[in-house]
């Protein structure tokens, strides 16, 4: 059973990783990044963060996006 990767803006990621609750995969144990890379076949193998899942807080892998520019609105919303 695979799942979809956390997806941040990097002013997100930015936030989190002020706050300890981000960082780069260096930082995590080899099995944990495995496990990571197992479950999770769209993540890119670069950062991990804290999110709150449906049992509390758990250890995620995230892949990031650059920051929107204003002209640029996000799909879907309406200007």
């Given amino acids: 059973m695979s799942s979809s990767t956390d997806t941040l803006t990097r002013s997100e990621y930015s936030a989190k ?33 804290v999110a709150a ?11 990031l996006v650059r920051d929107w520019q204003p002209d640029e609105a996000p799909t879907g919303s309406t200007a």
């Fill in 53 to 63: 899942g449906a049992y509390g807080l758990h250890l995620g892998p995230v892949n």
């Fill in 17 to 49: 990783r002020k706050n300890e609750h981000a960082g780069p995969v260096s930082e995590l144990m080899p099995e944990t990044v495995e496990r990571f890379k197992a479950l999770y076949p769209d993540w890119k193998g670069k950062n991990w963060h």
